[in-house]
């Protein structure tokens, strides 16, 4: 099974859902920003992948700067709370598979989650090679 946390108005979040799809999955899409989070499920998540709630913290587009969150001696707690209050705080697309789970940005690192690939060309919106027409990624 494959899950992805996904902002439908974030190009790179749509990028992954289109890669994963287009390697012929059916994942199982979660809309964060409508369902919120857990302080259980970001702990986990942050855990399997590896980050940090400072490495995942959206500081573009989000309301980091405003909430005083981008100051480094702001601790992991203070930043998993605001994270729980406010949902684009945190980085997308976080990807789960059987191979792992991982912040998928830039969209072409869900590939490395994935047992099998689309087959190429595959693009970006923004017409961004990803892979070329033998299925061999490009960037």
Same mark, same amino acid.
């Given at each position: ?67 005083? &969150?981008?100051? %480094? @001696?702001?601790?992991?707690?203070? =930043? $998993? +709370?605001?994270?729980? #209050?406010? *949902? !684009? ?13 991982? &912040?998928?940005? %830039? @969209?072409?690192?869900?590939?490395? =989650? $994935? +047992?099998?690939?689309? #087959?190429? *060309? !595959? ?17």
């Amino acid at each position: 099974m494959i899950v992805i946390h996904h902002n439908p108005d974030c190009g790179t979040s749509r990028n992954v859902l289109s890669l994963i799809r287009a390697a012929g999955y059916s994942p199982e899409t979660i809309p964060y920003l409508d369902t919120g989070w857990t302080r259980p499920q970001l702990l986990g998540l942050f855990a399997a992948a590896n980050l940090t709630p400072r490495a995942a913290l959206r500081t573009t587009k989000s309301p980091a700067e405003q909430l005083g &969150l981008l100051d %480094p @001696s702001v601790g992991g707690d203070v =930043l $998993l +709370d605001a994270m729980l #209050e406010h *949902p !684009v705080l945190v980085n997308r697309p976080i990807v789960c598979t059987p191979k792992g789970v991982r &912040l998928c940005r %830039p @969209s072409e690192f869900v590939l490395d =989650l $994935l +047992d099998r690939w689309p #087959e190429g *060309p !595959v693009f970006k919106e923004d017409g961004q090679m990803i892979l070329d027409g033998s299925g061999h990624r490009v960037i």
